[in-house]
């Protein structure tokens, strides 16, 4: 079972290749007042290597926001509201993040994207 495990882990370590994006001795990704990802070569990398890096990213927005008046800007959204676990967190920022003083801005080329990411409901609200 152990080596199972690690096995499993390998593919995430620096000897792996997603180690030089989730392996490090400390966290290296310091966010600023204006921070950019480009995630389209990461949403074409598959779902070992998607989902693990957007939980991380997720996680330290997430913890960016302090109550001061922030924007989440999605361009390209389409791309974003395709993918299920990027859906869901948008739906979940869209319902929870006015609490924190947080808007999220979503730009497409379509308003169709939109209509056709299952999201249609939060996004009218």
């Given at each position: 079972q152990m080596r199972e495990i690690k096995d499993a882990l390998h593919h995430y370590t620096v000897?792996?290749?997603m180690g030089?994006?989730?392996d490090a001795e400390e966290d290296g990704l310091s966010l600023r007042a204006f921070q950019c990802f480009e995630v389209?070569?990461?949403m074409n990398m598959g779902?070992?290597?998607l989902v693990p890096v957007l939980t991380y990213l997720?996680?330290?927005i997430e913890k960016r926001l302090t109550g001061a008046p922030s924007l989440i800007l999605l361009d390209?959204?389409?791309l974003m509201l395709g993918?299920?676990?990027?859906?869901d967190k948008i739906r979940e920022w869209l319902k929870v993040l006015r609490k924190a003083n947080c808007a999220v801005v979503l730009a497409t080329q379509s308003i169709s994207d939109a209509e056709r990411s299952g999201i249609i409901d939060v996004l009218k609200e």
């Amino acid at each position: 079972q152990m080596r199972e495990i690690k096995d499993a882990l390998h593919h995430y370590t620096v000897d792996g290749p997603m180690g030089q994006l989730l392996d490090a001795e400390e966290d290296g990704l310091s966010l600023r007042a204006f921070q950019c990802f480009e995630v389209e070569e990461l949403m074409n990398m598959g779902e070992r290597n998607l989902v693990p890096v957007l939980t991380y990213l997720f996680r330290r927005i997430e913890k960016r926001l302090t109550g001061a008046p922030s924007l989440i800007l999605l361009d390209e959204a389409w791309l974003m509201l395709g993918h299920p676990t990027f859906r869901d967190k948008i739906r979940e920022w869209l319902k929870v993040l006015r609490k924190a003083n947080c808007a999220v801005v979503l730009a497409t080329q379509s308003i169709s994207d939109a209509e056709r990411s299952g999201i249609i409901d939060v996004l009218k609200e």
